[in-house]
Each structure stands twice: as structure tokens, then as C-alpha cells.
T-cell receptor, first 111, second 113 residues
Framework: GQNIDQPTEMTATEGAIVQINCTYQTSGFNGLFWYQQHAGEAPTFLSYNVLDGLEEKGRFSSFLSRSKGYSYLLLKELQMKDSASYLCAGIYGGSQGNLIFGKGTKLSVKP | DAGVTQSPTHLIKTRGQQVTLRCSPKSGHDTVSWYQQALGQGPQFIFQYYEEEERQRGNFPDRFSGHQFPNYSSELNVNALLLGDSALYLC????????????FGPGTRLTVL
């Protein structure tokens, strides 16, 4: 299978920076998504990386290294509302393939 | 511009029953994927529909079936419900003409008693 691994839980302080790592199997890999999911709600799209490098979008940035099978999501200037699960998902089997999700990283932001 | 919609929001069934969940994709999208998300887990891919046919399927038994209509909306059917089928069922839509990004609906929370 295409194992997607990410830490189960992380804690950070309001105003700080946090990096959530994700590793994946590279065989058949097409791209990597990050989604945010608040408890009881649907995942919302944050970023999509296909090429190596860092993509910045406001307070959130996502990095991809295809050769290393590694990605991270960087959240800056953390706010209490950023407390949520962050899902890393790889797309395999073509650009319209299915998403393979990790189990999610539950981020708790404390005052 | 309406996003992905799903119905119903919540559903309670008993073991052995059958259930049908519905999804309308985001405007301009023609591909619908269904996922099952158990509590505390990431979503797991069930199947994907495009041009009214099942294009890809994940590791789910035949009790899980689906359909896509000419207007791109979709249904997920689950027969002979088991307690383990209790989960949040998510529908995601995407478009061939645009980016690969899949946008999720609010989900249907299914509880099997």
C-alpha cells in the first residue's frame, strides 16, 4: 500500500510556529494534499503540492520533496482556531486517482 | 456557487438494514469520490464515479455500491449494515477540466445500532 505517516498529536502555543511532518511511499505518487478538519466537520482544502519546494499561502506553507517521500505543513502565528486535525493525503494512480489519507495530526493550540 | 452538498446529515439504522446516502458535486465538477471516516482515523477511499461509471474502487466489500446520475450527482448504498459501518461518510467532487483538488461535502454521520 501507500503508507502515509504523520504524528498523532501535537501541541503548540498561540502565536508560535508549528511544523507537521508527513512521509509517504513514492511509488505511483502524483501529488500531496493537506486538509484541515475541525471535529465533526468535513475536511477543508489547504494546499496541493506536485513539484518539489515550498508553497506559501498566507499563514500556511507546504513543502514537498518527491525524492525523499516527505512533506510538511508549516503554520505561522498560530491562533486558537487552528486547533484541528491536519490530514496529509497522497494522490496515486494518475491525477484523478484516489486520495490515500494519513490518520491525521491533532493539533492543540494553547494560550 | 454551491459547494458539495450531502444528505442526510445524520442517520440511525439497525444491523442488517440498507442505507442510501446522496451527494451533489460542486458546480462544474463531474467526478465524485466517496470516503468512509471512522472516529479518530483519516478518510478511507470507497470508490470514484465518472461519466456514470465506477472508475476506481478501494478495499471495500460488495455491500458498498454506488451510482452516478447524468447531472453528476451520486448515491452510496450500503446493504446488510454492520456495527462497523458506523462512520462519517464523505463525498468529494473534482473536475477533469480543472485542478485535481477534491472538495469535500459536510458528510453524513451514520450510526448502526
Amino acid at each position: 500500500g501507500q503508507n502515509i505517516d504523520q504524528p498523532t498529536e501535537m501541541t503548540a502555543t498561540e502565536g508560535a510556529i508549528v511544523q507537521i511532518n508527513c512521509t509517504y511511499q513514492t511509488s505511483g505518487f502524483n501529488g500531496l494534499f493537506w486538509y484541515q478538519q475541525h471535529a465533526g466537520e468535513a475536511p477543508t482544502f489547504l494546499s496541493y503540492n506536485v513539484l518539489d519546494g515550498l508553497e506559501e499561502k498566507g499563514r500556511f506553507s507546504s513543502f514537498l520533496s518527491r525524492s525523499k517521500g516527505y512533506s510538511y505543513l508549516l503554520l505561522k502565528e498560530l491562533q486558537m482556531k487552528d486547533s484541528a486535525s491536519y490530514l496529509c493525503a497522497g494522490i496515486y494512480g494518475g491525477s484523478q486517482g484516489n486520495l490515500i489519507f494519513g490518520k491525521g495530526t491533532k493539533l492543540s493550540v494553547k494560550p | 456557487d454551491a459547494g458539495v452538498t450531502q444528505s442526510p446529515t445524520h442517520l440511525i439504522k439497525t444491523r442488517g438494514q440498507q442505507v442510501t446516502l446522496r451527494c451533489s458535486p460542486k458546480s462544474g465538477h463531474d467526478t465524485v469520490s466517496w470516503y468512509q471516516q471512522a472516529l479518530g482515523q483519516g478518510p478511507q477511499f470507497i470508490f470514484q464515479y465518472y461519466e456514470e461509471e465506477e472508475r476506481q474502487r478501494g478495499n471495500f466489500p460488495d455491500r458498498f455500491s454506488g451510482h452516478q446520475f447524468p447531472n453528476y450527482s451520486s448515491e452510496l448504498n450500503v446493504n446488510a449494515l454492520l456495527l462497523g459501518d458506523s462512520a462519517l461518510y464523505l463525498c468529494a467532487s473534482s473536475g477533469l477540466a480543472g485542478p485535481d483538488t477534491q472538495y469535500f461535502g459536510p458528510g453524513t454521520r451514520l450510526t448502526v445500532l
